[in-house]
């Protein structure tokens, strides 16, 4: 089993997109995939057709009233399965600080699941917090999402700080799978020039994939799939199915 963290935190970056049809196109290859939603806006949740108020969820897995496989729910992608966020998420970043060795729960409680998963993807809430920390430490590799715009820099030093202590305070394994590019607009220079910027600053770092504009990625939530099943054939689905083919090659 291989887990992936996706994340940043600046949000509107395209995590949630990214992780959802990330983790749909890799179980679309016939891979058994689970997406974990510890963001307390239970966007991840509700893209995969979910309701916010699903039990048992993410947080009675961190707070120890369920454990993880209990948690696991079915999504309309076969070989997809997601344990659910819940808006009592907000609590447990007031709570699990005051557990002594809390950034562990999210690993412990995945670690009897090794055997049923080939691939774990954890969407993080858009902050540096208790909750992204335990994805972390639970994670082998973190895949950051940036969007490209004009601050597309900004802020990916201090994600890439956090990567850092985590990996040499809790968890040595951990590394960056790498960035990947969303939200590209091939018609403006601005996005022509923010991947030249990225990619020149973080040479080996950045997917070949990047994610474009896509009026069917921005619809597909809302219907409670992800985008391959909403339109199959439309630019966003094509991307993530390559980007599913790199990050898979990358993970093995």
């Known amino acids: 089993m291989t887990t992936f963290a996706v994340a940043n935190q600046k949000g509107g970056v395209g995590k949630t997109t990214t992780a959802v049809n990330l983790a749909a196109c890799l179980a679309g290859a016939g891979i058994p995939t689970l997406?974990?939603?510890?963001?307390?806006?239970?966007?991840?949740?509700?893209?995969?057709?979910?309701?916010?108020?699903?039990?048992?969820?993410?947080?009675?897995v961190l707070c120890g009233s369920s454990s993880a496989a209990d948690a696991v729910h079915d999504t309309p992608v076969d070989l997809l399965s997601l344990i659910p966020a819940?808006?009592?998420?907000?609590?447990?970043?007031?709570?699990?600080?005051?557990?002594?060795?809390?950034?562990?729960?999210?690993?412990?409680?995945?670690?009897?699941?090794?055997?049923?998963?080939?691939?774990?993807?954890?969407?993080?809430?858009?902050?540096?917090?208790?909750?992204?920390?335990?994805?972390?430490?639970?994670?082998?590799?973190?895949?950051?999402?940036?969007?490209?715009?004009?601050?597309?820099?900004?802020?990916?030093?201090?994600?890439?700080?956090?990567?850092?202590?985590?990996?040499?305070?809790?968890?040595?394994?951990?590394?960056?799978?790498?960035?990947?590019?969303?939200?590209?607009?091939?018609?403006?220079?601005l996005g022509r020039d923010v991947e030249r910027d990225v990619r020149d600053h973080f040479p080996g770092l950045v997917f070949a994939t990047v994610i474009p504009r896509n009026v069917r990625l921005s619809e597909a939530p809302s219907f409670g799939v992800p985008v391959t099943l909403h339109d199959p054939y439309c630019a966003g689905s094509e991307a993530y199915v390559a980007l599913a083919r790199e990050v898979a090659a990358r993970g093995r």
């Open 86 to 189: 819940a808006v009592a998420l907000v609590g447990a970043t007031v709570e699990l600080p005051a557990i002594p060795g809390s950034e562990r729960r999210l690993a412990d409680a995945l670690a009897p699941l090794r055997e049923r998963f080939a691939y774990v993807l954890i969407d993080c809430p858009p902050s540096l917090g208790p909750l992204t920390v335990n994805a972390l430490v639970a994670a082998e590799q973190v895949i950051v999402p940036v969007q490209t715009e004009y601050f597309a820099l900004e802020g990916l030093a201090q994600i890439l700080d956090t990567i850092g202590l985590v990996k040499r305070e809790l968890n040595p394994r951990l590394t960056v799978a790498g960035l990947v590019l969303t939200m590209q607009d091939d018609r403006t220079r």
């Open 35 to 60: 997406l974990v939603d510890l963001d307390p806006q239970c966007n991840a949740t509700v893209s995969l057709g979910q309701p916010r108020t699903l039990r048992p969820n993410a947080y009675d």
